[in-house]
């Protein structure tokens, strides 16, 4: 469980929510979403992230079991990148709460103005 | 929208999705979902998490419009803190992924050993 003890917020589950909510990897898990990607083709679909930051992103998510990486020993060599079953599923979990997150920022941002205000009438 | 950009990963959205997500935030919105809870029931539902931390972590999540603060001007002095409308919306999406991911913890830790072996064995 994930509450309810000390241990709680250091529990193995922590470390993979981390993964699949984290900046890039949140990002990832949507490009994957929809399909099959080199590496310069995800790199590309996300924007600002660099090389190393990417690699080390693909790089955990695979060893979770939520990406596949598929080399082509062809001319030039190629890397495929895809959503497991799993991370399909995780995906579309974390998406979900990414998108619901996106369209609830007006409110978001309503409730900040109201609260710096009250406590600016505080000050 | 979240992805396609060079700012995608900048987006107010990413803040938001954070705070909820965030190591505490998880926890704090977890214990909320059962009820109204004064801030020391809520240090003890949790378990690790120094007051500094869960004063911070109450306070971004009250700016955000996720919780409610309410001070009791009684002797002695209490402050109640539940969820919002908006906080139990997310409340309930965040702990979904929290316990999809706690239920997936034997599947991804099956993925690590397979990773981890087969990376030894390349080396």
Do not use: N
């Amino acid at each position: 469980m994930l509450t309810g003890g000390p241990d709680a917020a250091m529990c193995p589950a922590r470390g993979v929510l981390e993964h699949v909510t984290s900046r890039w990897g949140v990002l990832v898990l949507g490009v994957l979403l929809r399909g099959t990607h080199r590496f310069s083709e995800v790199r590309r679909a996300i924007g600002g992230v660099s090389e190393k930051m990417l690699a080390q992103t693909l790089q955990t998510l695979e060893r979770d079991g939520f990406v596949r990486r598929e080399a082509h020993p062809v001319i030039p060599p190629h890397v495929d990148y895809s959503l497991t079953g799993l991370g399909e599923e995780a995906a579309r979990r974390v998406w979900a709460l990414a998108q619901w997150t996106d369209e609830k920022i007006p409110e978001v941002m309503a409730a900040r103005e109201a609260y710096d205000a009250a406590k600016s009438a505080r000050a």
